[in-house]
């Protein structure tokens, strides 16, 4: 029993709930947004269906194109590149420079999946004309670059057309 004297005592509920709620909805907030879109490349572009990969190499001039470089049809080389990109990598604004490389990813169905392919002078980056890119790009993991090094390593030297 409680007597008329004592003041009542007031459980925090109300208060506890009511602070719980913010500090939720603040959390969310925070975690919208830095959470950016993201995009697997390998997967959005199939792939693990690759059957060989074509490289061509921009060459300057008074029209910039691209030329046959590399053709690797190993399935091993292109079931690890398939594996390095089957990460969810996220998207970001286009470099402002024109790829060095074009890679195109010809699929078991005959389909072909191009990328476009590293900056001279920056960073690397991967892009492409499919959907999926939302008009964006992604930083190809680190591992990626080492294969794409070790595979423009192998060309042989009279495929090299830079500077024509």
């Known amino acids: 029993m409680r007597r008329q004297s004592e003041p009542r005592r007031r459980i925090p509920w109300a208060r506890l709930l009511a602070l719980g709620l913010l500090l939720g909805w603040a959390l969310a907030a925070d975690g919208c947004r830095q959470a950016r879109p993201t995009v697997n490349v390998s997967r959005q572009a199939n792939l693990v269906q690759a059957a060989q990969l074509q490289i061509e190499q921009r060459v ?3 029209q910039p194109r691209y030329v046959p470089l590399l053709a690797v049809d190993d399935p091993v080389v292109l079931s690890n590149l398939s594996t390095l990109l089957d990460v969810d990598l996220p998207l970001g604004p286009l470099a402002d420079c024109l790829p060095r490389y ?5 699929l078991t169905t005959g389909a072909v999946q191009v990328l476009d392919y590293y900056c001279d002078g920056q960073a690397s980056f991967l892009h492409g004309q499919q959907d999926f890119w939302h008009g964006q790009q992604v930083q190809p993991p680190a591992a990626f670059d080492a ?5 423009l390593g192998r060309q042989p030297p009279a495929l090299t057309m830079s500077g024509q």
């Open 102 to 106: 074009r890679l195109n990813f010809v």
């Open 147 to 151: 294969a794409m090094r070790e595979l």
């Open 60 to 62: 300057t001039g008074p």
